[in-house]
């Protein structure tokens, strides 16, 4: 070969194989997360045929762990999550424990240590949400109460992890694997020493992101957003996800995954993240791929012939250990069975953190490799099982609903308690959204049908503008422009009535028109007064974005100029017959 293409050949091979074996996935109505980890599995080293470089999709992998938990950070909603918090802090936490102790009991039977018994149950007692946000997608679930109660319950699950996998290199020792702290030493103290730098590292990163995060991202993604190029944005929004990723590792330790998830959280309180989310996705989506592919890679199918009972245990610890824990909690709790059963079924799973802490967990010498694969095989047919799961669930409660006994006390009973979670989550989508509107102006289509003037504009070209307007609104009788002044703004009115004096006549403007275009245009001192009549909701556009606005959609200009034109002309008749009268708008 004339020179190294083996990352080519395994972006290439993976994609192919992933592709592959994903349609296969999805026409055996199976998730194509499936599909995508047997084409691992067929390109790792333990299947004949092309073998990837390990190396190589590992760091790949970690680039999709970033984009994954990017994505997660930016869809956290806050409002949700303390709606629900009830209910998935303690649900989440409690099914954590009773899991991982029931993984280490395991472990502990087949002769393991205790920290491989620790890691293997801590891997196995948390879900997959992007495999739950994808099973709920295609049951329209995602908004409903049940939904998002069990996305709440997993983001939960998704953070004691991330504290985990920045806590476990501190402990790997004294568990009995390998450490790379510069501590290093197993001793009390040591242990002690490390563990309380790692949590000042990371104590100070979280502050430092939320701090100065929300204060300067938002703010630069708007700046990048008013340019109108989707190409910028889209790396704006990429710097942003992987800078904060890297950056974090390099300066404080932290694991690139807990640097992009902050990132996401930062960039979700912004207005333009479902903008970002959506330019985002598409790499997102390539990334993650590669690595369930990576993940396949490393998986010994030769375990589910050599291990079949072991196997079996880890199985019935994801399929019914998990979900009877997380079920039992929910219905002590006091909430209804349908959500204690939905809970159930997304919890039937494990995905991207299990396969993490696993490799991390070998890395540290906790983990023997067997215990990665099987981790790997739970994965793989849990993944697989899950539509049958929530097809299960879903007869489940049809079943309980034609029993009325059953009906009458786990559905009927308690279901004051379900919708008092109700209110809050509506409560919370209400916040939300009201705090959106605060920030923004129209959205480009609520600007098109109040401003007939926006009507030519390509949906891309409104998206752009409708950045570019600044919300302001006037009580009766305030001077928004004053005649001499020097311009600086443009002003379009959404709601209410202003009038414009000029030379003694009065004329009115209403919604739909605009004022303050004449100096603008001209360069020279503004030609009136304006006042508002009423309260007044008006759009400002600044005298830059103006300018822009005119350079970069040259249709709009003659319109605007062609109403200054005629308001100068009459104008210069109110010169000429300077005498008062309310005269209908030019
Ligand atoms: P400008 O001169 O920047 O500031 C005052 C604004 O009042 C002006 O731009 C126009 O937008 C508006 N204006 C001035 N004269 C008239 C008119 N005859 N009819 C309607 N609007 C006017």
Not at 22 to 37: E, K, S
Not at 86 to 101: C, D, E, F, H
Not at 123 to 130: D, E, F, G, I, P
């Amino acid at each position: 070969m004339p020179h190294d293409v083996s990352l080519i050949a395994t972006i290439a091979v993976g994609f192919a194989l992933a592709f592959l074996f994903g349609f296969i996935a999805h026409r055996l109505r199976l998730p194509p997360l499936v599909g995508y980890l047997v084409g691992g599995v067929a390109m790792g080293r333990f299947t004949p045929g092309f073998v990837a470089n390990n190396e190589l999709t590992g760091q790949l992998a970690e680039i999709g762990v970033m984009l994954l938990l990017f994505g997660v950070g930016l869809h956290v909603s806050t409002g949700d999550l303390m709606a629900v918090r009830r209910i998935a802090s303690p649900g989440a936490i409690v099914q954590i424990l009773i899991a991982t102790t029931i993984g280490t009991l395991m472990a502990a039977f087949w002769g393991w240590s205790l920290g491989a018994g620790m890691v293997l149950g801590l891997s196995l007692s948390v879900a997959s949400t992007v495999v739950l946000l994808k099973a709920l997608e295609e049951r329209n679930g995602v908004s409903t109460p049940n939904g998002r109660i069990a996305v709440g319950w997993l983001i939960v699950e998704d953070l004691v992890m991330v504290l985990t996998l920045v806590l476990l290199p501190a402990f790997a020792e004294v568990l009995g694997g390998n450490s790379n702290t510069p501590a290093g030493a197993a001793s009390g103290l040591g242990l002690l020493a490390s563990l309380g730098l790692t949590l000042l590292k990371v104590i100070s990163f979280v502050a430092l992101v939320l701090y100065f995060g929300p204060r300067v991202m938002p703010w630069m993604l708007r700046q990048v957003a008013r340019t109108g190029s989707r190409e910028l944005f889209t790396l704006g929004v990429l710097a942003v996800a992987l800078g904060i990723a890297f950056a974090s590792a390099r300066l404080f330790g932290v694991s690139f995954a807990l640097g992009a998830f902050f990132a996401g959280v930062v960039l979700s309180e912004s207005d333009l993240s479902h903008k970002a989310a959506a330019n985002s996705l598409p790499l997102q989506d390539a990334f993650a791929v590669l690595f369930f592919v990576s993940v396949g890679m490393l998986f010994d199918p030769s375990i589910l012939v050599t291990q079949p009972l072991m196997v079996a245990a880890v199985l019935l610890l994801i399929l019914l250990g998990k979900s009877l824990a997380a079920l039992a909690i929910v219905l002590l709790l006091g909430y209804p069975l349908s959500t204690a059963l939905t809970v159930s079924a997304a919890l039937a799973q494990i995905g991207e953190f299990s396969f993490i802490l696993g490799g991390l967990g070998v890395a540290y010498g906790l983990l023997p490799a067997e215990g990665l694969s099987l981790i790997l095989a739970g994965a793989l047919l849990s993944i697989s099982l899950n539509p049958l799961v929530f097809a299960g669930t879903d007869l489940l409660v049809g079943w309980v609903q034609k029993v009325s006994w059953l009906k009458i006390h786990l559905e009927d009973g308690r279901a004051a308690r379900f919708s008092r979670l109700q209110e809050d989550l509506e409560a919370a989508r209400v916040a939300l959204e009201a705090k959106a509107g605060a920030h923004k102006s129209y959205s480009p289509d609520e600007l098109v049908a109040r401003f007939a003037l926006f009507a030519g504009l390509t949906p891309e070209q409104r998206e752009t503008l409708a950045l570019h307007f600044r919300p302001r609104n006037a009580q009766p009788g305030e001077r928004l422009i004053r005649v001499g002044d020097k311009a600086d703004a443009v002003y379009f009115i959404s709601t209410g009535e202003a009038e414009v004096v000029v030379n003694g006549h009065k004329i009115k403007l209403g919604p739909g028109d605009f004022f303050g275009e004449m100096a603008l245009l001209s360069g020279l001192p503004r030609s009136a007064d304006v006042i508002a009549l009423d309260f007044c909701k008006l759009l400002t556009l600044s005298q830059r974005d103006f300018r822009e606005l005119l350079r970069r959609y040259p249709g709009m200009r003659d319109p605007i100029a062609a109403v200054a034109k005629e308001r100068e002309e009459s104008n210069r008749q109110f010169k000429e017959r300077p005498h008062g009268g309310v005269t209908q708008p030019a």
